[in-house]
């Protein structure tokens, strides 16, 4: 892969990432700057970036946010290793995220009741999105795939996964030439973790009905129901109208 083209797949993986990570990992640092408040870096090291004379970003500050980042994105992870000014676009975007912060304290923005309003749902769906993150880690555990579940699957399906042929089968002249397939020691270890997670998805849909008998859960189907009578006999009439007022063509002359 050439420097243009992964250079634009880090920019695509980095606006991914980097809207869900935390710069420093403590309390001190996005929880005050969405209260309005200004933010104050806590590492270590060389200053790297200044706000009106106060110390926003440290060089351990940089490299946290790093490693998260890496620990939540083996793409990037990969990508960082390979571009050598990776790093200074990741700070590059650090300082970008803190310049509009104190463009919103000093334009009144975290007062306004729609920005209230945004980052309460924001935080609501954080929270969601979070708790489904931990639940989802739970199921993980309950599941496991042997190295002999990951080679019965690879035996099975490796004609039917383009990424595992490197070479099709061929016949010429009467003589057949076998494919050639990607080894499986190479890609055991891909297969095991898709296999879990293939096992955990539909490990997911029974652990919420078990969840909705523990929990004692009663859905109003008959709510919905009543919806879609309401939209069916709405889409009735608009149709009933239409006919009634598309024009008549008059009758030809005989």
Aim: with cysteine; aromatic share 8%; net charge negative.
């Amino acid at each position: 892969m050439n420097g243009k083209k992964l250079a634009g797949l880090f920019s695509v993986l980095m606006l991914i990432v980097l809207p869900g990570c935390d710069w420093f990992g403590s309390k001190d640092s996005h929880c005050g700057s969405c209260c309005g408040e200004q933010s104050h870096a806590t590492g270590t090291g060389d200053v790297l970036l200044e706000v009106k004379g106060n110390p926003v970003i440290h060089a351990s500050d940089l490299e946290i946010y790093v490693e998260q980042i890496k620990a939540e994105s083996p793409q990037v992870a990969a990508i960082l290793d390979a571009m050598p000014d990776a790093r200074y676009n990741i700070f590059s975007g650090m300082v970008a995220e803190e310049l509009l912060m104190q463009w919103a304290r000093e334009n009144g923005i975290y007062n306004l009741d729609s920005y209230k309003k945004d980052y309460a749902l924001a935080l609501k769906m954080l929270d969601r999105q979070i708790i489904q993150k931990y639940f989802q880690e739970n199921l993980l555990k309950k599941v496991s795939v042997s190295e002999s579940d990951a080679k019965k699957y690879y035996e099975e399906n490796k004609n039917n996964i383009p990424d595992l042929i490197v070479t099709p089968a061929s016949e010429k002249d009467g003589k057949k030439t076998p494919a050639v397939y990607r080894p499986f020691a190479e890609i055991k270890d891909a297969l095991i973790k898709m296999l879990e997670n293939e096992k955990a998805s539909e490990l997911y849909a029974k652990e919420l009905e078990n969840l909705k008998s523990e929990y004692s859960v009663k859905e109003n189907a008959d709510y919905f129901k009543k919806g879609s009578e309401s939209q069916a006999a709405a889409s009735m009439d608009d149709e009933l109208l239409q006919e009634e007022q598309a024009p008549v063509e008059p009758a030809q002359a005989v």
